[in-house]
């Protein structure tokens, strides 16, 4: 989410890219987004808590409101409550030009779900591309709505996406197949 009213402008700016001085920021988002893939879900989100990179583009990154998971295991229901509550902890500010990431723990001896993890991931993944937004001025795919604009980006690039995150960004028609 976003709390400003930029709109990025559609634009097939993937190829324009290529030799944009964002690519490093680009890269390395995209380097997560690998670890990703690769169900590394945790390095995945310590690289995105990382500010070094974002800093040099004038992007800060801000620790959000946290949740911590006190007992185990946690019912299907309340998974997505937890997903819930971190995205709305996360935030790019636009004005601030600042990445808000609502961190997720658990207490000694509780287990955290892969599955959570995996949405915690693609959460990060999403508020650092509406700073590539931000950075290129445009939309990252043809898509006019910045929240879509994300989601086809990540299914683009290979990203797997979890349901919650699907159903939460209505990317269901996106997807040739419909997600288990
Ligand atoms: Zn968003």
Do not use: C
Not at 83 to 88: D, S
Not at 147 to 161: K, S
């Amino acid at each position: 989410m976003t709390d400003g009213p930029f709109k990025p402008t559609p634009q097939s700016a993937a190829k324009d890219r290529e030799k944009s001085p964002f690519s490093r920021y680009e890269n390395y988002v995209l380097s997560a987004g690998k670890m990703v893939a690769e169900g590394r879900y945790q390095d995945a989100i310590r690289s995105l808590q990382d500010p070094e990179i974002p800093r040099r583009f004038g992007i800060g990154i801000r620790e959000g409101r946290g949740l911590r998971l006190l007992s185990k295991p946690p019912s299907h229901e309340k998974l997505r409550g937890i997903r819930t509550r971190i995205a709305l902890s996360s935030w790019f500010h636009i004005e601030q030009r600042e990445i808000e990431l609502g961190e997720l723990s658990a207490s000694p001896g509780v287990e955290v779900p892969e599955e959570l993890w995996h949405d915690v991931a693609l959460i990060y993944l999403h508020e650092w591309l509406h700073g590539l937004q931000l950075l290129t001025g445009g939309s990252l795919t043809d898509q006019a709505d910045d929240e879509i604009d994300i989601g086809i980006y990540l299914i683009n690039h290979g990203i797997p996406l979890t349901v919650n995150y699907i159903e939460m960004d209505g990317l269901e028609k996106f997807l040739d197949v419909k997600p288990e």
